[in-house]
């Protein structure tokens, strides 16, 4: 009997292909260690949420992956990163999101005030970059563009290489979102087991 992570099958719970041993191995080590702030293994060794939806297609799912590390080493910093991130787990209702992403936006200096605000939808009172790139990821969430004024001030508080990448990053964790929704996959402590 297949076992579900929300309503899909859950990839890691089965036998794996090596391609897909290969990447639930890589994603125990690079995110692992504090990178997200629920463990991607649970207890019996397999992946949860996204990361058990990047295994079932390991080619794509590896891909994905390499992207949302490539942030890392991006010229974001770290806040302004998950700054983004809290914005499309609001958008996308994504509780999981928003849980793996929270504490991370904490622990890299965004502020608790402009978290709740996110929380609710609202605008924070951050000041600049962040109050720019929050603007941004929320526009790019309901809007799915920037009007010329945005794009605007967007480039000269960030310049077009930085702003290039909330865009980017922006439609990763859209992506992300709608894969976890159409899964349904639920929060660890909610998991099938």
């Known amino acids: 009997m297949t076992r579900l992570l929300g309503r899909a099958p859950w990839t890691t719970d089965g036998e794996l292909d090596d391609a897909q041993r290969a990447l639930r191995d890589r994603i125990s080590d690079d995110w692992g260690g504090g990178a997200v702030g629920l463990s991607p293994v649970d207890g019996d060794g397999r992946l949860v949420g996204p990361f058990d939806l990047m295994a079932a297609s390991p080619q794509v799912g590896g891909a994905v992956l390499a992207m949302a590390t490539s942030f890392r080493d991006a010229e974001l910093s770290a806040a302004e990163r998950e ?20 504490p991370v936006a904490r622990e890299a200096g965004v502020p608790a005030d402009a978290i709740d605000a996110i929380a609710r939808g609202d605008a924070s009172s951050t000041e600049d970059p962040l109050r720019t790139v929050q603007d941004i990821a929320q526009r790019l969430a309901t809007d799915g563009d920037l009007d010329d004024e945005t794009f605007t001030r967007a ?26 929704r159409v899964a349904r996959t639920p929060l660890p402590a909610r998991q099938e087991g």
């Open 83 to 102: 700054l983004v991130i809290l914005v499309i787990a609001v958008a996308e209702d994504s509780e999981f999101m928003w849980e793996g992403h929270a």
């Open 155 to 180: 480039v000269e508080v960030l310049g077009w290489r930085r702003l290039q990448e909330v865009v980017w990053l922006t439609g990763l964790y859209q992506a992300l979102g709608l894969a976890m």
